[in-house]
């Protein structure tokens, strides 16, 4: 089945520590998203990727790193430059076809903690 | 600024109606997606409206009103599973979403 995979489910981080959050699609979607969702407000765009070896960063980009080296996969790297990085991460993807208004299909997210 | 608004908490009968609302402003307007938000899961897509008028898919539809800033969905026939957030997102002229903080439905028995 198709699908987006993210993983792990759960992380903890430690302080001054780097971890990344895998995302892998086999949808063959152009597009790739990462979004940061804190309770009670809505999705924050970290950042996209329209093509391969091309992102843009969105509204909260500082303290994140991502690479699209393949089609398939959009890694989000949290750097320790990321002072409160405790919250649930999304990774989402849509086809680009009849222009950009394709809806966007999540993965299962992985929910980050500070130790 | 961007800016949407949707009620924080909603309480709805099983069997019941409810129309969950939302207004918006954004720089430009290219359609505007509903999605569904189970506790703890990720966002799944309902709807996506971009013209004015009605959307109907089973048992939700969706309204959208691009003059007035305003769209509904609208739930029929509530179930227990209809429990979870509604989240209501505009797509801005750079085709960027952006995202309500979304309403809590809560089905009473």
């Known amino acids: 089945d198709g699908g987006i995979t993210q993983s792990p489910k759960y992380l903890f981080r430690k302080e001054g520590q780097n971890v990344t959050l895998s995302c892998e699609q086999n949808l063959n979607h152009d597009a790739m998203y990462w979004y940061r969702q804190d309770p009670g407000q809505g999705l924050r765009l970290i950042y996209y990727s329209q093509i391969v070896n091309d992102f843009q960063k969105g509204d909260i980009a500082e303290g994140y790193s991502v690479s699209r080296e393949k089609k398939e996969s959009f890694p989000l790297t949290v750097t320790s430059a990321q002072k409160n990085p405790t919250a649930f991460y999304l990774c989402a993807s849509s086809s680009l076809g009849q222009g950009d208004t394709q809806p966007q299909h999540f993965g299962d997210g992985t929910r980050l903690s500070i130790l | 600024g961007q800016n949407i608004d949707q009620p924080t908490e909603m309480t709805a009968t099983e069997g019941a109606i409810v129309q969950i609302n939302c207004t918006y402003q954004?720089?430009?307007?290219?359609?505007l997606f509903w999605y569904q938000q189970h506790a703890g899961e990720a966002p799944t897509f309902l709807s996506y409206?971009?013209l004015d008028g009605l959307e109907e898919k089973g048992r939700f539809s969706s309204f959208l009103s691009r003059s007035k800033g305003y769209s509904y969905l609208l739930l029929k026939e509530l179930q227990m599973k209809d429990s979870a957030s509604y989240l209501c997102a505009p797509m801005d002229s750079n085709y960027q979403l952006i995202w309500g903080a979304g309403t809590k439905l809560i089905i009473k028995p």
């Open positions: 954004t720089s430009g307007f290219n359609g």
């Open positions: 409206n971009v």
